[in-house]
């Protein structure tokens, strides 16, 4: 499902749904990306409806400022969607959201710019800041970092089996060279992994979990989504797409324990509960992933999962 000629957005329809967007409603997109779910829920408002765009990268901000700095409903800002709480005030937005919604992971066109340094697909140098200002790249942390904590950030973010040998492997070829591009470490670390899964190069795992380390990615959404709590307005929906393991079981885990009675009042009657120990959030919906049609249009979708809460109290 396009939206204005663009690529599809993951889960897009899905999403929507999850948010049940009221016109005159108040929402936060937290990643804009592409754009894609900025356009949709723009369609959906009415002239008194507001959306609140946020992203880390200034690129994305710079593409949606261009795009939407004629609509009045919008406001963007850079930042961290783990700051939302500070930025919404800041941008005026002081009664809470009927809806937020999460996109995770690395947009399209950061992985597609090889200068970018996310991808192997293209030799670049290895950088992965979500947003260029931050002083830490991939190239500096894999310069200085210990053995030991390469292992544990290849084991901790990317579950990777090989990760001790990896590391070694790491760790032996900086002493003969700066490792400073994507292809070199992608190759550094296809030669150290014994075998190869189907369909998947030995490297991504470990792409993957240098660039949540770089970018503090974990620690970011559990901070966004404490502070998303405590913007939704009650009835107020909360969206989040991820696209691994572990951004899944964060949210699953943060859900789940709004979603029942504080663990100390569990199995009791709910009237013999007291206010602030009853569920705040209700679960909307099963998790929700993507069908045959849309991983075959868009193959990078096949791992993502939507997760939908609704707050009740």
Partial sequence: MPVSGDHAPVLLKEALEGLAIRQDGSYLDGTYGRGGHTIAILERLGP????????????????????????????????????????STAAGFRDGFDGILLDLGVSSPQLD?????????????????????????????????????????????????????IAKALVR?????????????????????????????????VFQAIRIRINDELQSLADGLAAAHGLLRIGGRLCVISFHSLEDRIVKRFIRDRAREAEAWRGLPLDSVPEHARPTF????????????????????????????????
């Avoid at 200068?115 to 830490?136: E, V």
């Avoid at 679960?283 to 069908?291: C, D």
Wanted: aromatic letters at 4%; proline letters at 5%.
């Fill in 282 to 313: 209700s679960i909307a919906s099963k998790a929700i992933k993507p069908g045959t049609e849309e991983i075959q249009l868009n193959p990078r979708s096949r791992s993502a999962v939507l997760r939908v809460a609704e707050r009740i109290h």
């Fill in 48 to 87: 008194q409806g507001r959306l609140l765009v946020i992203d880390r990268d200034p690129e994305a901000v710079a593409a949606a400022r261009d795009r939407l700095a004629s609509d009045r409903r919008v406001c963007i800002e850079q930042g961290n969607f783990a700051e939302m709480g500070a930025i």
């Fill in 173 to 205: 070829a900086r002493q003969e060279t700066q490792i400073e591009t994507t292809g070199q470490l992608a190759e550094i670390v296809a030669a150290a992994v014994p075998g190869r899964e189907p369909g998947k190069h030995p490297a991504t795992r």
């Fill in 113 to 165: 710019q090889a200068s970018r340094g996310f991808s192997f697909s293209a030799d670049g140098p290895l950088d992965m800041r979500m947003d260029p200002s931050q002083t830490l790249t991939a190239q500096g942390w894999l310069s200085t970092v210990t053995e030991r904590e390469m292992v544990d950030v290849f084991r901790r973010y990317g579950e990777e089996r090989f990760a001790r040998r």
